[in-house]
């Protein structure tokens, strides 16, 4: 893997002549922010060393690297997802191939499911915690020193600083800015209504199949991590109809004018 990292951040640096700030990860529907950098510079997943690539509707599948609400930064266009068949730490690849492009800090944004029954389809949630339900970690195996600790410190996995940040901005622009806990599961099938019980009762107030394993692998190497979630459908059993990824995506493109205005902001103020 680390001869992987090396090897596709060696190869962007060489169409690139800046080191970036910011690493944006852009979930379902959402990857519609990358269209607003500025200078973009587009590299496929397909282009590069070992790389997995993006299979699911609303996942266009390349980095785009230029200037944001001037800062220097490096989004995913489309990310990866357990369920797809790839391991979490071929998820993590990306993550450790930005780091060594130089980000400091990690925005990761997804469409989720909502748990909390105070939630609507269309607002956004700024994750403060999360809980790992797809039963596997990133960081299982040989350690890779150079980039973290054997056991790292999940206390602060999203940054208070970066948090507070996001709600200023939200507030700044009139838009409604839930506070949550997000419970990753493996997917690909939507959760029962019994499933959406259990979460409630652990304290979950949304859910998805992403996220995760790209926190745990950020945090590992000190980086600051904001997660932002767009909560495109109530979960299985709190309304009386059946879920769908079409669902999904019309909602994400339903918000997003507020999208882009709030995760602009946000990068600027970060």
Do not use: W
Not at 65 to 93: P, T
Not at 195 to 204: K, N, P, R, S, V
Not at 234 to 243: N, T, V, Y
């Amino acid at each position: 893997m680390i001869e992987d990292i090396k090897k596709n951040a060696e190869k962007i640096l060489g169409q690139i002549d800046f080191k970036a700030e910011i690493g944006l990860i852009l979930g379902s529907g959402l990857g519609v922010l990358a269209e607003e950098i500025e200078d973009p510079v587009y590299i496929n997943y397909g282009d590069l060393s070992n790389f997995p690539v993006s299979t699911v509707e609303g996942h266009t599948g390349r980095f785009v690297i230029g200037e944001l609400s001037g800062r220097k930064v490096i989004a995913m266009q489309g990310r990866f997802h357990y369920y797809e068949g790839y391991s979490v730490q071929e998820i993590s690849l990306p993550i450790r191939v930005m780091k060594e492009l130089g980000i400091k800090s990690l925005i990761l944004t997804n469409a989720a499911g909502g748990v909390n029954k105070n939630f609507s389809a269309g607002e956004f949630m700024v994750i403060s915690d999360h809980i790992n339900l797809i039963g596997d970690n990133p960081l299982r195996g040989e350690n890779l020193d150079e980039y973290g600790p054997r056991f790292p410190d999940m206390t602060e996995a999203y940054s208070k600083e970066l948090i507070k940040t996001a709600e200023n901005s939200a507030a700044e622009n009139g838009i409604l800015l839930r506070k949550g806990i997000y419970a990753a599961m493996a997917g690909p099938t939507y959760e029962t209504p019994a499933e959406i019980q259990f979460l409630d009762t652990i304290g979950a107030d949304a859910v998805g199949m992403s996220t995760v394993p790209e926190v745990i692998t950020a945090r590992h190497m000190d980086l600051k991590v904001l997660g932002i979630s767009c909560i495109t459908n109530m979960a299985a059993g709190i309304l009386a109809k059946p879920l769908s990824h079409k669902e999904v995506v019309e909602t994400a493109e339903r918000v997003r004018p507020q999208f882009i205005r709030l995760m602009k902001d946000i990068v600027k103020n970060i």
